[in-house]
C-alpha cells in the first residue's frame, strides 16, 4: 500500500509505502553503511539482504515498517517494533529511521516519520519512544520538531569505535 497516490507526482518526489520482502537489499545497504561508519546503531557486523529480509517480515507481523522512494530507488526506511515484551507495553513502540546518507537534509526523514507516526496512530498505539545514540543533533532537531520530548540520558552505555556511547530516549505521546 502506497501513501502517496497521486499518479502526476514529480519524479524527484518522495514516494512512502509498505516496504516488501523485496526491499531487503537496498535496506540492508542503506543500515550497513551506518554500522561500517556511523555510532548511529550499535551492531557491529553488516547485515545480509537476507537477515534484513526476516526483520522486515518479523516487525510487520504487527507493526509498520516503511521505505521512502525517489526516482524508484529507496532512499530511506522507518518502522516501529514493540518497546518491550511484557503485554502491558502493547501499547508502545520504539520508532527508529535511517536515510541514506547522500538523502539528508532534505526533508524526506520528517515526511517518512510523520506518515510513520500516522500509521501508528491509526493503529491505536500510544506512545512512541525513539533511542538516539549521542551526539547526534539532526536526529534530535528531527524528533523534537516532529513533538517528541527527551525522557532519559544514559551515560557510555555502548562501545563502538573505541569509545564510549551516550544514548538518550525521547518519548512522543500519540493518543490522548
Do not use: C
Request: no cysteine; glycine share 8%.
Amino acid at each position: 500500500m502506497a501513501f502517496q497516490t497521486d499518479p502526476g507526482i514529480p519524479p524527484d518526489s518522495v514516494w512512502i509505502r509498505n516496504a516488501s520482502p523485496e526491499d531487503a537489499g537496498p535496506v540492508a545497504n542503506i543500515y550497513n553503511a551506518y554500522i561500517a561508519h556511523s555510532v548511529a546503531t550499535f551492531e557491529l557486523d553488516p547485515v545480509s539482504a537476507e537477515e534484513m529480509k526476516s526483520r522486515i517480515m518479523q516487525v510487520q507481523q504487527g507493526h509498520p515498517w516503511l521505505v521512502a522512494e525517489r526516482n524508484e530507488e529507496i532512499i530511506g526506511y522507518a518502522y516501529a517494533s514493540a518497546w518491550k515484551a511484557r503485554a502491558a507495553y502493547q501499547h508502545t513502540v520504539e520508532t527508529t529511521i535511517y536515510l541514506d546518507p547522500a538523502h539528508l537534509n532534505r526533508g524526506t526523514g520528517y515526511q517518512l516519520y510523520q506518515q510513520l507516526l500516522q500509521v501508528l496512530k491509526h493503529q491505536g498505539r500510544h506512545v512512541a519512544i525513539g533511542g538516539i545514540a549521542l551526539p547526534n543533533p539532526a536526529s534530535i532537531r528531527l524528533h523534537e520538531r516532529l513533538g517528541y520530548q527527551k525522557v532519559a540520558h544514559f551515560k557510555e552505555v555502548g562501545y563502538k569505535f573505541g569509545q564510549w556511547v551516550d544514548v538518550g530516549y525521547w518519548e512522543l505521546i500519540l493518543t490522548h
